[in-house]
C-alpha cells in the first residue's frame, strides 16, 4: 500500500512539474542560439532524463542536436532547472550527474563519421 501511495505522489509531483515547465527548456535559458536546433520534443526528452530520473535513453537525432547546441549550452540548461527551484527526483548532486551522464552519453554516440576516400 505504502508503494501505491509513493507512486501516486510521484505520478502527482510529474505532472504538477511537467505543467509548470514549457516545453521549450533550452529556449529560456537566454544564451543565443541555445535554443536553435533543439526541439521541444528533444529538450523535453532530456528534462526527463535529466531531472525527473526516466532512465530511458535520448534518440540518436536528440543527441546529435545537444551536441552540436555544445556544452555550454547544455551546462546552462542543468543550470536553470537547478536555480528555478522546480522539483527535481533526488538531489542536486543527482542532477548534475545525470546531465553529465546525458551529455557523456550523447557527445561519445554523436561522433560523426569520416566521409568514405574517393577511389
Known amino acids: 500500500m505504502a508503494t501505491l501511495k ?6 502527482i509531483l510529474l505532472v504538477v512539474t511537467v505543467a509548470l515547465l514549457p516545453r ?6 537566454g544564451i543565443p542560439n541555445c535554443s536553435k536546433g533543439i526541439t521541444s520534443d ?20 536528440c ?13 546552462q540548461f542543468v543550470e536553470l532547472i537547478i536555480s528555478s527551484k522546480k522539483p ?6 543527482d542532477v548534475y550527474r ?3 551522464e546525458t551529455w557523456n552519453n550523447c557527445a ?11 577511389h
Open 6 to 11: 509513493n507512486f501516486s505522489t510521484f505520478i
Open 88 to 93: 527535481i527526483r533526488g538531489t542536486i548532486s
Open 98 to 100: 545525470r546531465g553529465n
Open 24 to 29: 521549450a527548456t533550452f529556449a529560456t535559458i
Open 63 to 75: 543527441c546529435r542536436e545537444l551536441v552540436k547546441a555544445g556544452k555550454n549550452c547544455h551546462n
Open 42 to 61: 528533444c529538450g523535453f526528452g532530456f528534462f526527463k532524463i535529466i531531472v525527473l530520473g526516466d532512465t530511458s535513453t535520448p534518440a540518436d537525432v
Open 108 to 118: 561519445a554516440s554523436s561522433v560523426v563519421s569520416p566521409p568514405e576516400p574517393a
